[in-house]
């Protein structure tokens, strides 16, 4: 089956402690990013990757770094977790064109 | 700074009335569109995606795209219940950052039955 899966879907962490959310997809795309989703502002990027050793920066990369060293994982570590960083993240890929058509479960993440 | 901007809602519809959703965005480059279903507590799912100016129809859904007007527009008929979930309008543009998908902050749609 064709799926982008997150680990973990819940975590609540303290602040400065630092994670790392795991992303893998078994879809060879070589397009992968990163969005957080917080209410009345809908999804924004924090990252992406064209490809394995390429990423980028999206609208909000402050407090976040990734790394692409596989095509198939992408995580998202937060070295010193804020408590503005309280979201809903979601991982996705997709083929160089077209839209994400693939986004994983969700990462519900409480910094406290 | 892309912006992509759509009504929050929420937008309430009776069972098997049409719900019309707009959107409108900034960036005059931008090359496709695309409209996404999230559920409550769900990820997005992409439902349609439009590249040229016109209607695209799939289903009980249409996707309307006028790049004059910077506009696109999702039409559901004969909504059901299970059309209530928040729908996110998303724009890509052509090249280099503008690669990137841009989402409005969705509109939260109800079918009262």
């Known amino acids: 089956e064709a799926q982008v899966t997150q680990n973990p879907r819940y975590l609540i962490t303290v602040t400065g402690k630092k994670l790392t959310v795991t992303c893998s997809q078994n879809m060879n795309h070589e397009y992968m990013s990163w969005y957080r989703q917080d209410p009345g502002l809908g999804l924004r990027q924090i990252y992406y990757?064209?490809?394995?050793?390429?990423?980028d920066k999206g609208d909000v990369p402050e407090g976040y770094k990734v790394s692409r060293k596989e095509k198939r994982n992408f995580p998202l570590i937060l070295e010193s977790p804020s408590p503005n960083q309280t979201s809903l993240y979601f991982c996705?890929?997709?083929?160089?064109?077209?839209?994400?058509?693939?986004f994983g479960q969700g990462t519900r993440l409480t910094v406290v | 700074q892309k912006e992509v901007e759509q009504n929050s809602g929420p937008l309430s519809v009776p069972e098997g009335a049409i719900a019309s959703l707009n959107c409108t965005y900034s960036?005059?480059?931008?090359?496709?569109f695309f409209w996404y279903r999230q559920y409550s507590g769900k990820s997005p799912e992409l439902i349609m995606s439009i590249y040229s100016n016109g209607d695209k129809e799939d289903g009980r859904f249409t996707a309307q795209l006028n790049k004059a007007s910077q506009y696109v527009s999702l039409l559901i008929r004969d909504s059901q219940p299970s059309d209530s979930a928040t729908y996110l309008c998303a724009v890509k543009g052509t090249s280099g950052s503008a690669r990137q998908l841009t989402f409005g902050s969705g509109t939260q749609l109800t079918v009262l039955p």
């Open positions: 996705a890929s997709r083929k160089t064109s077209g839209a994400e058509a693939f």
């Open positions: 960036d005059r480059v931008s090359q496709s």
């Open positions: 990757s064209m490809n394995v050793e390429v990423t």
